[in-house]
């Protein structure tokens, strides 16, 4: 039959009849006891001697044995008793009993306990409530089982942490679990020694690790092979497959590869070029955070591919992680946008520190890259199984790689980078603590950089839109600043001192510069040094040399070598410099200079149209003039164009140009455009001509729109949008302004 729960009983049996208090024993005849029970003669015929029980033992039994069902109907239980203990040996296993402040209840978990729990007694465990309720209006009650399970940790499924078990299938069945509930977070506590896993831990979509505790130690103990999922410590679970993978992270953890296992012999060592750190590849959102990551033969963290429909790693944050000893880079970035790499510690990597380097058709854009530390890359790399390669090392890389507009978009920022080391002098131009090649719109700023064996800040490679501001350069074996070969860059109020060479280097058709409120000193070479550029302002910058053992050691202050043409000098001061009369300028064309203070020894070449002093202070200042035509105005002059009202400059040539103030305005509807396409428009600028640099506004937001402008011919310029996202744009009419600079 089906049990049904009897009906409550509130009421102990005779509560209010006549009864009897029971006692342990009694020698009362016909008496009832709970040693004896009823005796015997409660038991025999009246006719033998015997008497019928008494109904108030009967009514005392009764009303004793049901208080204990009352009690345990209103849900009462029963407290310690030491003398019941005593009685009954002690309680049996598994009994609970109430404390006495009536707050808690044990377990025993030894039969016959006789201690006292009250008192910290041993062998009693708490007694847990197998029902969970949150706090809060609206709470749901689960059980404890399933409250637990939402959390879901590698000891869960046999992660011994010994350092000598492998756990790697601990890690595969937490993750499985996980995949099962959509993703979640598998935690990693802190072991006894470390998790050694015998391959790669493969993350799927929507899962992250999380190291509980002090960063746990993961190793991956098992001899390389080649293949990035069986070497690296942590991969993606869909990389090089085409298949993407979202929402990952690594938190929190000590991620170690065998670095120190294959340095020598280099001869006897397997393939270890894919001992990653962490490798991801083909992925849509995701943290690496907190994480030390360290004996990594390649790099610590990389992030990308080689085939751009397939490798993209996008919206991304490498934040508070700590590298050290990668025989490659600390970080790299080899297909990625909409990323930030901020506040990471890099130490002893090899080569870059960190390389945003975009393979063939792969992109590195939309990156900032802030207030991280990069101390110590080293000038070696791991180049095969049998010999080590050699290499000037870099700071911060952004290399465009082999195809235009692969970099672009990037900021480097708050950064300091220390003791990056030289190989060899050979094109040690191309080499700096912070480098780009090639790349687009690029804001170097506030970084702090020292003890580089190569150069500072080196911005070089057909790169457009660069800006050096607000950096800190010192301590430098060569180059300060060196920009080669770069359209639209702006050096501006940077502190650059003790140059093994110049201090600032524009050179090799760099053109549509400036150098502006910078801080030069102690440069055993030249100041500021110009050499085969164009269309150059240089401008409030301060230049001087501190006597060395005895020596001035700038032998320029400000130098404008062959190969230049139309650049401005203008309100610099110089001084405590040496000079070679015979080198101060060489050949250069349409370079005005005025408003400097020049304290030194400078010699004049007039032909060239400098102006110097020698060792005082001499200024060459605009007065009134009188509007005049072009053709009016004398040769290596300044006058006012009375067409224009523009201040002009008339060199050797007969060449006009304007001086500043040249400026149009127009309107302008964009069309909608397309992914990777461009548009254009011109706008009227009166006075400019084509060597003049200028700038473009507009009055909305470009909406991820990169604009460029140029002056195309007397009076226009060209502005040109190019969309590089990955859908078309489409932004409102508005306002063109178009500026000479």
């Known amino acids: 039959m089906t049990a049904t729960q009897p009906t409550y009983n509130g009421i102990p049996f005779g509560q209010s009849g006549l009864k009897n208090t029971i006692p342990t024993t009694t020698a009362t005849f016909g008496a009832a006891s709970f040693t004896n029970g009823f005796p015997n003669e409660t038991m025999l015929d009246p006719t033998s001697g015997g008497i019928a029980p008494d109904g108030k033992d009967v009514n005392g039994i009764l009303n004793q044995l049901s208080q204990h069902q009352v009690w345990l109907n209103a849900g009462g239980q029963y407290k310690f008793n030491a003398a019941l203990a005593t009685v009954v040996g002690g309680y049996a296993l598994g009994a609970v009993v109430q404390s006495d402040d009536n707050t808690k209840?044990?377990?025993?978990?030894?039969?016959?306990?006789?201690?006292?729990?009250?008192?910290?007694?041993?062998?009693?465990?708490?007694?847990?409530?197998?029902?969970?309720?949150?706090?809060?209006?609206?709470?749901?009650?689960?059980?404890?089982?399933?409250?637990a399970r939402q959390i879901v940790s590698v000891f869960d499924f046999g992660a011994v942490g010994d350092g000598v078990a492998d756990d790697i299938l601990a890690f595969d069945d937490a993750l499985a679990e996980l995949v099962t509930r959509g993703g979640g977070e598998c935690e990693v506590p802190t072991p006894t020694v470390k998790y050694s896993i015998s391959r790669a831990i493969k993350l799927p979509t929507n899962c992250r690790l999380v190291g509980i505790g002090r960063q746990p130690i993961i190793h991956n103990t098992s001899t390389p092979t080649g293949a990035f999922e069986h070497d690296a410590v942590v991969v993606n679970k869909n990389f090089y497959s085409g298949t993407r993978d979202y929402n990952l992270g690594v938190i929190n953890l000590t991620l170690r590869n065998r670095y120190q296992d294959y340095l020598s012999p280099v001869g006897a060592s397997p393939n270890v070029g894919a001992c990653y750190g962490v490798f991801f590849s083909g992925v849509t959102g995701f943290t690496i955070r907190d994480n030390h990551i360290l004996d990594c033969i390649a790099e610590g963290i990389y992030l990308g591919g080689s085939v751009a429909a397939r490798d993209l790693c996008s919206n991304f944050v490498v934040e508070g992680n700590t590298t050290e000893n990668t025989f490659a880079s600390g970080i790299a970035v080899t297909h990625g946008t909409r990323g930030r790499i901020t506040g990471n510690l890099i130490l002893n990597a090899n080569v870059f520190g960190i390389d945003v380097e975009p393979n063939t058709g792969c992109v590195g854009s939309?990156?900032?890259?802030?207030?991280?530390?990069i101390d110590g890359v080293q000038a070696t790399y791991?180049?095969?199984?049998?010999?080590?390669?050699?290499?000037?090392?870099?700071?911060?890389?952004?290399?465009?790689?082999?195809?235009?507009n692969q970099a672009y978009d990037i900021t480097i920022t708050g950064n300091t980078v220390r003791d990056v080391q030289r190989w060899t002098t050979?094109?040690?131009?191309?080499?700096?603590?912070?480098?780009?090649?090639?790349?687009?719109?690029?804001?170097?700023?506030?970084?702090?950089?020292?003890?580089s064996q190569s150069g500072g800040i080196v911005v070089r490679g057909g790169g457009y839109g660069v800006s050096v501001t607000g950096n800190s350069v010192k301590n430098i074996d060569f180059y300060g600043v060196l920009v080669s070969a770069v359209t639209s860059c702006s050096v501006v109020g940077n502190n650059i001192s003790t140059t093994g060479t110049h201090s600032i280097l524009v050179w090799a058709s760099a053109s549509k510069f400036t150098v502006t409120g910078n801080i030069v000193k102690d440069a055993t070479g030249v100041g500021i040094l110009m050499q085969a550029c164009t269309v150059g302002s240089v401008s409030g910058n301060t230049v001087y040399d501190s006597r060395v053992g005895g020596a001035r050691l700038c032998t320029y202050g400000i130098q404008v070598g062959s190969g230049c043409a139309d650049i401005t000098i203008t309100g610099n001061a110089i001084s405590n410099t040496t000079s070679d009369p015979t080198r101060d300028?060489?050949?250069?064309?349409?370079?005005?200079?005025?408003d400097n203070i020049e304290d030194g020894f400078w010699r004049t070449r007039a032909t060239n149209y400098h102006l110097f002093s020698d060792g005082n202070i001499y200024k060459v200042g605009f007065i009134k003039q009188t509007p005049m035509t072009a053709a009016s105005a004398a040769?290596?002059?300044?006058?006012?164009?009375?067409?224009?009202g523009i201040l002009n400059f008339k060199d050797a040539a007969g060449v006009s140009k304007p001086l500043y103030g040249v400026s149009g305005i127009a309107s302008y509807d964009p069309p909608s455009i397309a992914a990777g396409g461009t548009a254009s428009t011109t706008v009227t600028v009166t006075g400019a001509i084509v060597t003049d640099t200028v700038v473009a506004s507009f009055t909305l937001p470009l909406g991820g729109l990169l604009m460029f402008a140029e002056v195309t011919a007397a009076n226009t310029a060209t502005v040109r949008l190019f969309n590089p996202t990955g859908s078309a744009i489409d932004i409102a009419s508005g306002s063109l302004t178009v500026r000479v600079v």
Do not use: E, M, R
């Open 585 to 594: 300028v060489d050949g250069a064309t349409n370079v005005l200079t005025a």
């Open 635 to 644: 040769t290596v002059s300044t006058y006012v164009n009375s067409t224009t």
């Open 366 to 373: 939309h990156l900032t890259i802030a207030n991280n530390v």
């Open 105 to 147: 209840s044990y377990v025993n978990t030894l039969a016959g306990n006789t201690s006292n729990p009250n008192v910290g007694g041993a062998n009693w465990s708490p007694w847990v409530n197998p029902y969970f309720t949150q706090a809060g209006a609206g709470a749901v009650t689960t059980t404890i089982q399933n409250k």
């Open 382 to 404: 791991y180049k095969n199984t049998t010999s080590y390669g050699k290499s000037n090392a870099l700071g911060i890389s952004v290399n465009a790689g082999s195809s235009a």
């Open 426 to 451: 050979a094109a040690i131009v191309d080499f700096g603590s912070i480098c780009t090649i090639g790349a687009l719109n690029i804001a170097i700023s506030g970084n702090t950089i020292d003890a």
